[in-house]
T-cell receptor
Framework: GQQVQQSPASLVLQEGENAELQCNFSTSLNSMQWFYQRPGGSLVSLFYNPSGTKQSGRLTSTTVIKERRSSLHISSSQTTDSGTYLCAMERGSAGNKLTFGIGTRVLVRP | ETAVFQTPNYHVTQVGNEVSFNCKQTLGHDTMYWYKQDSKKLLKIMFSYNNKQLIVNETVPRRFSPQSSDKAHLNLRIKSVEPEDSAVYLC????????FGPGTRLTVL
């Protein structure tokens, strides 16, 4: 089964609304990372978040490693937030490779 | 500019041809990676290199081979492409968090 599960699979927001994206891991992990990908675009690292809460602008990531979960909160969404949000985990036993979830597709309407 | 650079941006070829994709990072990282993103957008690790040593080699077909001249470069060669190789190939490097290049989109006709 999928080692990294993301929910929801997709999300439609009205500009200004908040959203919370979830990421759950089926195995123990050393750390995890949140990425943003535009359609046809490259991956942009949002957070490298071994544990705890980190904030960058309107984005907040909270990771609880021992509970194998992480969330990404988007506040006051904007149309430019539209795209796919991916989370990935890193397990020390597998080198530094990342195992990705399938992503949450976010569409923010004006 | 410090980043991860990939060439070409896209490549169209026919079944059986050989292709090679280049990746260079100017971040001073020790570890580089190749990932494949399929049509369902799932990203999967293919290879990783640390100081020119292969440290993770996923069960990818043998027609794929990574090539590294130094720790700043990691190229990917596909000896004889097949239709299922059509995908976006993403290169990354890391020192802790991973940074990705823009990707190379391969289309096999």
């Amino acid at each position: 089964g999928q080692q990294v599960q993301q929910s929801p699979a997709s999300l439609v927001l009205q500009e200004g609304e908040n959203a919370e994206l979830q990421c759950n891991f089926s195995t123990s992990l050393n750390s995890m990372q949140w990425f943003y990908q535009r359609p046809g675009g490259s991956l942009v690292s949002l957070f490298y978040n071994p544990s705890g809460t980190k904030q960058s602008g309107r984005l907040t990531s909270t990771t609880v490693i021992k509970e194998r979960r992480s969330s990404l909160h988007i506040s006051s969404s904007q149309t430019t937030d539209s795209g796919t949000y991916l989370c990935a985990m890193e397990r020390g036993s597998a080198g530094n490779k990342l195992t990705f979830g399938i992503g949450t597709r976010v569409l923010v309407r004006p | 500019e410090t980043a991860v650079f990939q060439t070409p941006n896209y490549h169209v070829t026919q079944v059986g041809n050989e292709v090679s994709f280049n990746c260079k990072q100017t971040l001073g990282h020790d570890t580089m990676y190749w990932y494949k993103q399929d049509s369902k957008k799932l990203l999967k690790i293919m290879f990783s290199y640390n100081n020119k040593q292969l440290i993770v080699n996923e069960t990818v077909p043998r027609r794929f081979s990574p090539q590294s001249s130094d720790k700043a470069h990691l190229n990917l060669r596909i000896k004889s492409v097949e239709p299922e190789d059509s995908a976006v190939y993403l290169c990354a490097s890391s020192l802790g968090s991973q940074f990705f290049g823009p990707g190379t989109r391969l289309t096999v006709l």
